[in-house]
């Protein structure tokens, strides 16, 4: 009797181990299966951080500026269309850093009590800007942002016209900036920014031997519409 017992008592420990093991077997595969992305499921890849754009970009400035000295002067500025190539890094989601780069030109005419002088001089402008920007993320595929930042424009390539000699000289200014991008997949979308920089470089200027001094406040609009590409 004690004997079928133990015999009793064997089987019934080996049955309890068997269904642990089981358990933990079937467990095991099931974590595992879950893991592998079964055959035709689509599976969603985390965006990089970096994005570009490339836009079609119109230089709008502001008619404004005078020289010392001589009451009642002004200036104003061509606008000019050109390429332009932004590069974006995303930090969050919602946050990035944006760096744009394009060059661009203005030929510089004398207004007001020196409007006689007509083209004063062209210069050619090389304005990086970074700003910090906004992402909105709750509209789908519209993705409006906003952004500020700063803005150091050089001048260089400097001609004259009815200047002896000109001297537009390099600055920093602020910068803003409201834009969106739609995306069409999860890579490639279009892109509609305007930004505003706060721009007004002094400068040296020579007129029938005279040497002044002056300020022009170009505080041009950059208005672009472009390609972008989220890597």
Not at 55 to 82: C, E, F, H, M, Q
Request: aromatic share 12%; no cysteine.
């Amino acid at each position: 009797m004690a004997t079928k017992r133990m015999g009793v008592a064997r089987g019934v420990t080996a049955a309890v181990v068997l269904i642990v093991v089981g358990q933990q077997a079937v467990a095991a595969e099931l974590a595992q299966a879950a893991s592998v992305p079964q055959a035709g499921a689509s599976v969603t890849e985390a965006p990089s951080p970096w994005q570009i754009r490339l836009r079609g970009l119109g230089v709008i400035t502001k008619d404004s500026g005078y020289v010392n000295a001589v009451p009642g002067s002004g200036l104003s500025y061509s606008n000019t269309v050109i390429p332009e190539l932004d590069i974006s890094y995303f930090f969050t989601d919602n946050i990035a850093a944006e760096l744009v780069l394009g060059t661009t030109y203005a030929n510089i005419y004398g207004q007001g009590t020196i409007g006689g002088l007509g083209n004063i001089g062209k210069v050619w402008l090389l304005p990086p800007t970074l700003t910090l920007q906004y992402h909105f993320t709750d509209f789908g595929a519209f993705k409006p942002y906003v952004g500020g930042g700063v803005n150091y424009t050089i001048f260089y390539n400097q001609g004259v016209g009815s200047a002896d000699a000109l001297k537009v000289k390099n600055t920093f200014g602020a910068a803003l900036q409201v834009g969106f991008d739609y995306m069409v997949d999860q890579h490639w979308g279009v892109n509609f920014d305007v930004k505003k920089l706060f721009l007004k470089p002094d400068f040296d200027v020579t007129v029938d031997g005279a040497k002044l001094t002056g300020k022009a406040a170009l505080d041009p609009w950059l208005i672009g519409a472009g390609v972008t590409y989220r890597f």
